[in-house]
T-cell receptor, first 116, second 113 residues
Framework: GAGVSQSPRYKVAKRGQDVALRCDPISGHVSLFWYQQALGQGPEFLTYFQNEAQLDKSGLPSDRFFAERPEGSVSTLKIQRTQQEDSAVYLC??????????????FGSGTQLSVL | SQKIEQNSEALNIQEGKTATLTCNYTNYSPAYLQWYRQDPGRGPVFLLLIRENEKEKRKERLKVTFDTTLKQSLFHITASQPADSATYLCALGNAGNNRKLIWGLGTSLAVNP
């Protein structure tokens, strides 16, 4: 596709509800990242995939957060039993190469999650 | 702990002037540094990447410097335009398998006509 696509654009959830956020990376991009961005803050790393392999999930805040990328393209970030502190913008980014010194990330517009 | 500091206050400049944004870091030895632009309601957009062995990088009206002794990067926008108004983020990374970029809070730039 033309860019990284995320859906839904906005999500309002009641506390305790499960949510699933989708990311369609640019076709052919090997690397996929999820970030969390609170208002007025920079993005915070959550997890990283190289193709279908989740190589780093050290940024996931708790075991309520789960991410997958089963076929090495589309990825889903799932949050179980949402809490108010989960309210943030969730950004997905992809990159073509697996060479950090040359890598630039392409971001989607994010999903703004509000937990009431 | 690792820390990145960007201009803490919003920057307001007149159209045509040069905007200079700073990114300082502590307790970290990055192999590269990236600058991104972020508009409200949008994801960050990549602008420039500079490696630790590079002093300066240019792209059109943009210039980035990287001083590993001072632990500082400067980001310059020359001949600024109102369309340059946005939040600018710096992000640091290393060369290993750790793919976690560490991000600053961003600096809000407003270019007034």
């Amino acid at each position: 596709g033309a860019g990284v696509s995320q859906s839904p654009r906005y999500k309002v959830a009641k506390r305790g509800q499960d949510v699933a956020l989708r990311c369609d990376p640019i076709s052919g991009h090997v690397s996929l990242f999820w970030y969390q961005q609170a208002l007025g803050q920079g993005p915070e790393f959550l997890t990283y995939f190289q193709n279908e392999a989740q190589l780093d999930k050290s940024g996931l805040p708790s075991d309520r957060f789960f991410a997958e990328r089963p076929e090495g393209s589309v990825s889903t970030l799932k949050i179980q039993r949402t809490q108010q502190e989960d309210s943030a913008v969730y950004l997905c980014a992809s990159s073509l190469v697996y060479r950090p010194l040359s890598e630039k990330l392409f971001f989607g517009s994010g999903t703004q999650l509000s937990v009431l | 702990s690792q820390k990145i500091e960007q201009n803490s206050e919003a920057l307001n400049i007149q159209e045509g002037k040069t905007a200079t944004l700073t990114c300082n870091y502590t307790n970290y030895s990055p192999a590269y540094l990236q600058w991104y632009r972020q508009d409200p309601g949008r994801g960050p957009v990549f602008l420039l990447l500079i490696r630790e062995n590079e002093k300066e990088k240019r792209k059109e009206r943009l210039k980035v410097t990287f001083d590993t002794t001072l632990k500082q990067s400067l980001f310059h926008i020359t001949a600024s335009q109102p369309a340059d108004s946005a939040t600018y983020l710096c992000a640091l990374g290393n060369a290993g398998n750790n793919r976690k970029l560490i991000w600053g809070l961003g600096t809000s730039l407003a270019v007034n006509p």
